[in-house]
């Protein structure tokens, strides 16, 4: 049996229910509400696309041997002739933008993998109180004495005086004897362009970051900080 509708022609089947086009009806279901997980890998992709270009824009400044500090006068005072002075320029102004983005990228990603390693999966032969205890175990095992401006540390966020509780899957354990940090070095020159989920605290508090190892930053090694061994005094 059918009936039709004037208005709309719409055809009903008793056997067949009807569909609906909700966009030409004038409204759109929403989306589900993506995951802590989801939107720290969307992050994590988009700090990548910043770094690409930021790495265009240092391009710009070695091709024309200069820094970001390199004066643009010369020792008279006037324009040096020997440099694209606009384009320099440009790419400084660039650079100053694309590090305070990342920087936000960055905070923002960490907040949501805060989200994510806050709640561990349920283990049915642990109770809540033994969870607990695991999640909060572990202790530091480095200390950051110092970070270089616009380094690979500093655009991840970290910190001097930031304690290192957990570094990828290197915790305090994986370093024998303790004062050598030899694992650290071996883990980053094997993940040099790829990204490593570090577990800091920092005044108390704790805090996951992602580091991502590169060379060609513009100063020495891959991380751009100073990391010493700590023990609690």
């Not at 033994?130 to 966020?157: H, K, N, T």
């Not at 970290?158 to 957990?166: F, V």
């Not at 605290?201 to 060379?215: A, C, V």
Request: a neutral charge; charged letters at 20%; hydrophobic letters at 35%.
């Amino acid at each position: 049996m059918y009936y039709v509708t004037r208005k709309s022609q719409t055809h009903f089947n008793d056997h067949h229910p009807p569909t609906y086009n909700h966009k030409r009806m004038g409204f759109i279901l929403p989306s589900p509400p993506a995951s802590p997980a989801t939107q720290a890998q969307a992050l994590i992709l988009k700090k990548s696309s910043i770094e690409t270009e930021i790495q265009s824009q240092i391009s710009i400044l070695q091709a024309n041997n200069i820094d970001m500090t390199t004066p643009l006068v010369d020792t008279e005072g006037f324009p040096r002739a020997d440099i694209n002075i606009y384009a320099v320029r440009r790419a400084r102004v660039r650079i100053i933008e694309l590090r305070n983005d990342l920087r936000d990228v960055m905070n923002e990603a960490g907040r949501f993998l805060e989200e994510v390693y806050a709640k561990p999966e349920p283990d049915s032969s642990m109770d809540n109180q033994e969870q607990g205890m695991q999640q909060d175990s572990l202790v530091p095992f480095a200390r950051v004495d110092g970070i270089s401006p616009g380094s690979p540390a500093a655009e991840a966020g970290m910190q001097r005086e930031d304690l290192i509780l957990k570094f990828g899957n290197l915790v305090k354990s994986s370093f024998e004897p303790p004062s050598s940090l030899t694992p650290l070095a071996t883990l980053v020159s094997q993940n040099e362009d790829k990204h490593i989920i570090i577990r800091i605290r920092r005044s108390g508090e704790q805090k996951y970051l992602t580091l991502t190892p590169r060379q060609g930053w513009g100063g020495r090694g891959m991380l751009g900080c100073h990391i010493v061994p700590y023990t609690a005094s």
